[in-house]
């Protein structure tokens, strides 16, 4: 069974290092200021000619309120006025990427993500949305995976009839936890009885798939209360759970410097959380899909994932993999063909650029043949827990274990730790290992060396 694990915590111990997540290889760290719009414009024509499938990801930074465990990119105001002329920039974005694109390009996935997305009120949303309707090619039939992250305590059941009348289909829920002492640590109020009313209107209006996300690592948790979170959570029967691991980084995120860390919980409690998180959900039925995915076995990501098909991009693991990823809004990031490229992350650099007609493009890069190959390569045992030779040796015309001899010593090292298997034609990550399959993607990165691990979250 694909979702097997084996918990062993004296391996874990040894591989539980600081690395990529690898939405993307190489990941935004390589990315540089050499890329810029005229290279957006080139891969846009790309796609045009090639008529690929596009998915939408639309940035809206705004918050009410400021979580302080958060790394996200986001404008904390009470002012819901500031969202007016944001708006209108990001209107002018949609206008002039979709001048580049064929009408006749199929958008298979949208996903609104922040901040908060319903901090826009119901007229706003509504002009988003037709906005995008006007420009882009969005399916009108319900077939389209059309997802919006959702704040219950910016959401009601007026909300969730404007989104589903909007075309969403799709909802994925902050949680964090459920526990008082926890969300007051961590300046994040909310009800279990918010959440389930958010739930409970999501199924009334037939929306098609419920995702709760859930952090183990936070101020005041123990074993004991986020086993009670957890065990909340499954009566609640999302059809996916995602449970991050909080990487506290109190000099790179201001907000978290609000958090005391004498009241975080130890790398063993932690530790704990997760190997009885995974207990629990494993036997109510979960699959584990990879890293900090769940899913129940009839959802797509999990029979995508039996079929070897399922696939992972900046919006983490998905079946829409095969789509260029269009990235709207402030410090957005597109995946089109071969580019990765990043708007501003400064709000105002953003709004000043297309106040000007241009694109706030900031970064990229732009992939060779090796990171073509490496990025196969990272994308097949992240997804799948394994990896045939002959598939790479086909696909990018080089002889696999010659190609990537010298990391064949650290491969044989993780098989001999039980890790991984190595075959004559394949590598299989096994029950043991699938935990910590970062650690075997990170073998294969070829600019891991070159940067501080700091920047990143440990693998568990």
């Known amino acids: 069974m694909l979702d097997a694990i084996r918990w062993d915590t004296d391996l874990i111990r040894r591989y539980d290092l600081a690395g990529p997540r690898y939405t993307s290889y190489p990941t935004a760290v390589q990315f540089n200021s050499q890329v810029g719009t005229f290279d957006l414009f080139h891969a846009l024509r790309d796609s045009r000619k090639a008529q690929r499938p596009l998915s939408l990801y639309v940035h809206v930074p705004f918050c009410a309120n400021?979580?302080?465990?958060?790394?996200?990119?986001?404008?904390?105001?009470?002012?819901?006025?500031?969202?007016?002329?944001?708006?209108?920039?990001?209107?002018?974005?949609?206008?002039?990427?979709?001048?580049?694109?064929?009408?006749?390009?199929?958008?298979?996935?949208?996903?609104?993500?922040?901040?908060?997305?319903?901090?826009?009120?119901?007229?706003?949303?509504?002009?988003?949305?037709?906005?995008?309707?006007?420009?882009?090619?969005?399916?009108?039939?319900?077939?389209?995976?059309?997802?919006?992250?959702?704040?219950?305590?910016?959401?009601?059941?007026?909300?969730?009839?404007?989104?589903?009348?909007?075309?969403?289909?799709?909802?994925?829920?902050?949680?964090?936890?459920?526990?008082?002492?926890?969300?007051?640590?961590?300046?994040?109020?909310?009800?279990?009885?918010?959440?389930?009313?958010?739930?409970?209107a999501a199924r009334t209006l037939q929306f098609?798939?419920?995702?709760?996300?859930?952090?183990?690592?936070?101020?005041?948790?123990?074993?004991?209360?986020?086993?009670?979170?957890?065990?909340?959570?499954?009566?609640?029967?999302?059809?996916?759970?995602?449970?991050?691991?909080?990487?506290?980084?109190?000099?790179?995120?201001?907000?978290?410097?609000?958090?005391?860390?004498?009241?975080?919980?130890?790398?063993a409690q932690k530790l704990e959380m997760l190997q009885r998180t995974i207990e629990q959900l494993i036997s109510a039925g979960y699959r584990y899909i990879g890293m900090d995915h769940f899913a129940l076995p009839d959802d797509e990501l999990a029979i995508a994932q039996e079929e070897s098909t399922l696939q992972r991009n900046f919006q983490g693991y998905t079946t829409h993999g095969h789509c260029d990823l269009i990235g709207l809004g402030v410090s957005a990031i597109s995946q089109i063909g071969d580019l990765y490229c990043q708007n501003s992350s400064d709000l105002n650099q953003y709004q000043n650029a297309l106040a000007s007609m241009q694109l706030a493009t900031s970064r990229g890069l732009l992939c060779n043949a090796d990171d073509r190959l490496r990025r196969a390569v990272i994308?097949?045992?992240?997804?799948?827990?394994?990896?045939?030779?002959?598939?790479?040796?086909?696909?990018?015309?080089?002889?696999?274990?010659?190609?990537?001899?010298?990391?064949?010593?650290?491969?044989?090292?993780?098989?001999?730790?039980?890790?991984?298997?190595?075959?004559?034609?394949?590598?299989?990550?096994?029950?043991?290992?699938?935990?910590?399959?970062?650690?075997?993607?990170?073998?294969?990165d070829a600019y891991l060396e070159q940067h501080s691990r700091q920047r990143f979250s440990r693998v568990i």
């Open 66 to 200: 400021i979580c302080y465990y958060c790394a996200c990119n986001k404008v904390i105001t009470k002012d819901r006025g500031r969202a007016q002329p944001y708006l209108q920039r990001l209107e002018q974005e949609i206008q002039l990427i979709a001048c580049h694109l064929d009408p006749t390009q199929k958008v298979e996935q949208l996903h609104f993500g922040g901040g908060t997305p319903t901090f826009l009120s119901h007229d706003e949303l509504r002009q988003l949305m037709a906005h995008l309707r006007k420009h882009f090619n969005l399916l009108d039939d319900d077939s389209g995976d059309y997802g919006i992250e959702i704040d219950p305590r910016e959401a009601d059941w007026s909300t969730m009839g404007l989104l589903r009348e909007l075309g969403f289909n799709r909802v994925s829920i902050g949680l964090q936890d459920l526990d008082p002492a926890v969300q007051r640590a961590v300046n994040r109020l909310q009800s279990l009885e918010e959440t389930r009313a958010v739930i409970d």
């Open 208 to 267: 098609r798939s419920i995702n709760i996300d859930l952090i183990y690592g936070l101020p005041r948790q123990t074993p004991e209360n986020f086993a009670r979170t957890v065990e909340e959570v499954i009566r609640l029967q999302p059809d996916r759970l995602s449970v991050f691991n909080y990487a506290h980084l109190p000099e790179r995120f201001m907000p978290q410097r609000r958090i005391n860390s004498d009241e975080l919980p130890t790398p």
């Open 379 to 444: 994308q097949q045992l992240i997804c799948n827990f394994s990896l045939e030779y002959a598939a790479i040796e086909q696909a990018f015309n080089i002889d696999f274990q010659g190609y990537f001899g010298e990391l064949w010593p650290q491969l044989q090292d993780m098989a001999k730790d039980g890790l991984i298997e190595l075959d004559r034609d394949r590598i299989s990550i096994l029950p043991a290992g699938r935990l910590l399959v970062r650690s075997v993607c990170m073998v294969f």
